[in-house]
Every structure is written in structure tokens, then in C-alpha cells.
């Protein structure tokens, strides 16, 4: 079985780990599982594992780890592109003038929504609910003995791992956290003084950096299982924890590992969404589809665009669409000769009607009518550009710096940018520049895989290239809310039931 892979015996087993009691601090499942002591009137059912018996063996523990491997899915599928992308200058949304039923998330794209916003909700749950199955194979994995030891810390890196991944996700886009390291198994409603919200830095150096490094060292350097977690992905979430801290030079040489553990840009740009070539060379770690068991994307049912039917997206359901579309900012910042842009963006239409989609994941399996594709989480074109940006915060010039800016480059069919270069597009002159430059080629190479708006805010730069997206989006749509874009925060709402039951303070402006 590999870590995405789950029979249904085992989902029907695994009840309280799979479906958590809804608090967002997520909690067991207390709704089948008995509170009571277990006595002779309470007899274990036999159809699922209840949490004072399991795990009790290897086997447990692996569909105790898959359950944390499971729990990235619906977060990819449903909530890291409003996050990563849509709040970004990337993508935003068609108006729908006769479908009005997504004006929630029409508000977030254009920085107008409120507090009470119910979008808010679900990374956040989400999140916890990720950390809450961590933390139970954590809490139970000492019950447990392996016949290789070495296998148990695997299985403890790649639980730590997921926490601090889920962390990390939640303090990009709320701030201060509470940080729980202990299996919930009940509503407490002192949940805010038990847990209070802590300060990033706090969470960063008690959860998210600790675990990562624990991964770092445990985690092994490859593995035959695809999917599973290896040390470059540990390497890659703790170089971005630093960047996003901006302690570089602590990222450096996690990047220059990285960069030794034999990964290679994939030929073509293209390869790393075809899936008859998944987890190539190029990837580090990507989230893992098979429709034949029953696990594909549905975000291209929200990304399509509203009215096209199935021309464009054979799966098209009726769910709401014209989502995460490419805005004209995106389309015209690739260059003529950029291979990167047909795999990107899709076009229908034509003239002033024309409409641009998300093209990179659209793929159709006929047979199991369901999106084959993989999500990648992290891939070596990154971590190229991550090493560059830090010998660039180095020094400058730093000609390995160029090299590997231009690696990426190279592939997509585009010129060398240089020093002193006498085309003004492709020259790189100064720190600034590079750091623009860097900036520019995340932008294009890594579009729609839920990155620019963190790069923005780590950079400090979003607040600048937001409200000129804001101007330009304003002229080009009369749809646009008027008041839109004129306060552009970096950190988003606390979900509003978390004021209300446990009592937490909300984010400063909101």
C-alpha cells in the first residue's frame, strides 16, 4: 500500500481518525468512539478501531501515518489555490452576472471581504484536522514495537513532518497560532486559555522548525514507494520556513543538499502535469491522484469557466466555475518565446471575448472519467530558484546565482539574463534586480502551484503589487467593487466561530 492509497476497510476502520469531531481545534470523533471506561457492558465494535486499542502493531501505525498523508489532499484540492493564487495578481475570478453564489470568495480575490467571511474556515480546520492525526500517531507510536527500529522513526519523521507542514500553512495566512502538540479528545470550552494563540515566531521555533529538522535527519534520501516523503521534501518545507523568516543563510545549505540528492529538471515543462510521467525527476514531493481508487482533483470543475459546458473540461459538474482564471497580468508578463505559457493557460473565444483558464492540469481519464493529475508540492525548478534568491541575499553578483536562474530559463526557451546585458529585459544589474528577476521567473514558472502570494508577502512586496493589480484590474473590469484593493492585508481572518466559541482575539484590522 502506498501512503495515498487507503482500502475501504480500512477508511470504515479508521473512522475517528478520518472524520474528526468538528471543532476547528479538531478533537476525536467522539460521535463513535465511547467516552465511557471500558467495562464488560462496553464491548469494542468490530467494524473500526476505537482509540484506546489502536495502534497496536506495524500495520496500524502505517494507516495511521496514511491518514496524515490523506489529509494534505483536500487542502490542495480545495484550499491552497484560494490562498496561494487567487489573493495573488495570478489568477482571480469571471463575473458571473445570473450566478452570484460565490461572492464570498469573489471578496477575497478582491481584498474586500469581512471577518465573518465563512472562506476562512476551511484551511484553518482543515489544517488542525491534519495536525490532530499527527499528533496521534506521535502520541501513540511508543505502544508500538518494529522489527527495524529504523522504521519507526521513519514513521515519526513523516508524522512531524505533516504537523509542521500544516503549521506552516497556518501561519502564512493567519499569524499567531495555538500550538497543540497533544491528542484532543473532548469540546473543552477553555480551549483558549489551555491553547492560547501564539506569537509566529513561537510556533516557528517550538513545532515548525524542530519537526522539520527531526525529518531532515531521519527521513530517508529515496525511497520505492512514490508519494512517500524523503528528505528533500523536509529539506525543501525548512528552507522555506527560513526564507519566509528571512534567515537565508540558514537556507543555503539546505538548498545546496537539495541540489546534491540527484534531482533533474524534466526536459520539457510540460512533463512535470502529464500523468503517464508522475514523479519524475524533477519531483521532490507531489501529491498523488488515481482515479481507479477513487482519488482525483476536482478543483477543474471551479476552474473552468462558467458556461463552456464540457468543451473545455469534460468532468464539468454543475459546480460554480470561472475560478482561479488567469488574470490578462499573468498572460502578458510571459515572454514571446516562453514555452511555460500554452502548458499554463488556455484560452476560449476570441477578441474582447476572449477567456483565459488554468490550463496545466487539465487532463482527462476517459476510462475512470475522474483528473489523473498530480499535484506538485515541491519540485527542483523551487528549489533552483530558492538557492538563487539566498546567494543572491549573499552577495551580489554571485555568478552561481545566474547560473541557476538561467537553468530554469533555459528550459522554457528564453535568453540567458546577465550583467551589463545590452537588451534592457535581460539585464540583471543590481541586488534589486535580481531580486525582481527572481521574483518574475517564480511568478511564471510556478504559477497555479499555490506560491506567488506567500512569495509576495515573505518579499514584502505585496502590498505594492497588489495595488497596482488593483488599478489595472479596475480599469480593465466595470465589475470590479469600487472600494476593492484598498486595503491590502498579509495575514487573513481568525474564522469568526473561533472568536465566538473559544473566545480568541481577531487579527489586528479585521
Not at 482564471?325 to 511555460?340: F, I, M, S, V
Amino acid at each position: 500500500m502506498t501512503p495515498w492509497q487507503m482500502t475501504i476497510n480500512d477508511a470504515k476502520q479508521m473512522t475517528f481518525l478520518m472524520k474528526p469531531y468538528k471543532l476547528t481545534i479538531t478533537l476525536l470523533a467522539l460521535s463513535i468512539l465511547s467516552a465511557c471506561q471500558k467495562d464488560y457492558l462496553n464491548v469494542d465494535p468490530i467494524d473500526r478501531y476505537v482509540y484506546y486499542n489502536f495502534p497496536q502493531n506495524e500495520s496500524q501505525v502505517e494507516q495511521a501515518v496514511v491518514a496524515c498523508y490523506r489529509k494534505v489532499f483536500p487542502i490542495v484540492n480545495s484550499q491552497l489555490w484560494i490562498w496561494g493564487d487567487l489573493l495573488s495578481d495570478n489568477t482571480s475570478f469571471r463575473y458571473n452576472p445570473t450566478d452570484r453564489g460565490g461572492i464570498t470568495i469573489e471578496q477575497l480575490d478582491e481584498f474586500i471581504a469581512t471577518s465573518d467571511n465563512p472562506n476562512f474556515n476551511g484551511l484553518y480546520q482543515e489544517s488542525f484536522e491534519g495536525v490532530q492525526r499527527s499528533n496521534y500517531v506521535l502520541q501513540n507510536l511508543g505502544k508500538v514495537s518494529f522489527v527495524v527500529p529504523e522504521t519507526k522513526t521513519i514513521r515519526e519523521a513523516e508524522a512531524r513532518f505533516f504537523r509542521a507542514w500544516h503549521y506552516f500553512n497556518l501561519v502564512r495566512v493567519y499569524g499567531d497560532m495555538p500550538i497543540v502538540t497533544e491528542v484532543l479528545t473532548e469540546p473543552d470550552p477553555n480551549t483558549a486559555t489551555r491553547f492560547p494563540r501564539r506569537p509566529v515566531a513561537e510556533v516557528y521555533s517550538q513545532v515548525i522548525v524542530p519537526d522539520v529538522q527531526f525529518a531532515v535527519e531521519k527521513l530517508p534520501k529515496t525511497t520505492t514507494q512514490k508519494g512517500r516523503l524523503t528528505q528533500g521534501a523536509a529539506l525543501m518545507l525548512l528552507a522555506k520556513a527560513y526564507m519566509t523568516q528571512k534567515r537565508f543563510a540558514e537556507a543555503l545549505p539546505l538548498l545546496q543538499t537539495t541540489l546534491g540528492l540527484g534531482y533533474t529538471l524534466n526536459a520539457n515543462y510540460v512533463d512535470n502535469f502529464d500523468p503517464l510521467k508522475k514523479n519524475g525527476p524533477e519531483s521532490i514531493f507531489e501529491v498523488q491522484a488515481d482515479p481507479l481508487l477513487g482519488y482525483s482533483f476536482t478543483f477543474m470543475n471551479q476552474f473552468t469557466p462558467w458556461g463552456t459546458g464540457t468543451t473545455i473540461w469534460p468532468g464539468n459538474s454543475n459546480s460554480r466555475g470561472g475560478l482561479n482564471q488567469p488574470t490578462a497580468d499573468l498572460n502578458n508578463a510571459y515572454e514571446n518565446t516562453d514555452r511555460r505559457k500554452a502548458v499554463v493557460i488556455g484560452s476560449t473565444g476570441t477578441g474582447a471575448n476572449t477567456i483565459l483558464y488554468l490550463k496545466k492540469y487539465l487532463y482527462w481519464d476517459v476510462a475512470n472519467r475522474a483528473n489523473p493529475v498530480n499535484f506538485p508540492i515541491y519540485r527542483y525548478a523551487d528549489a533552483l530558484l530558492m538557492l538563487a534568491e539566498c546567494l543572491n541575499e549573499a552577495s551580489f553578483p554571485n555568478a552561481q546565482a545566474f547560473t541557476l536562474l538561467n537553468q530554469v530559463r533555459t528550459r522554457a526557451g528564453l535568453p540567458a539574463k546577465t550583467q551589463a546585458n545590452t537588451v534592457k529585459a535581460l539585464a540583471v544589474d543590481t541586488q534589486a534586480d535580481f531580486r525582481l528577476a527572481i521574483e518574475q521567473e517564480r511568478r511564471l514558472e510556478l504559477a497555479g502551484e499555490a506560491h506567488r502570494w506567500f512569495d509576495l508577502v515573505r518579499t514584502d512586496r505585496a502590498q505594492a503589487v497588489m495595488t497596482a493589480h488593483g488599478t489595472a484590474e479596475k480599469a480593465l473590469k466595470a465589475t470590479v467593487d469600487r472600494s476593492a484593493y484598498s486595503t491590502i492585508r498579509p495575514i487573513q481572518a481568525i474564522p469568526f466561530r473561533e472568536i465566538q466559541q473559544f473566545g480568541y482575539t481577531q487579527n489586528a484590522g479585521w
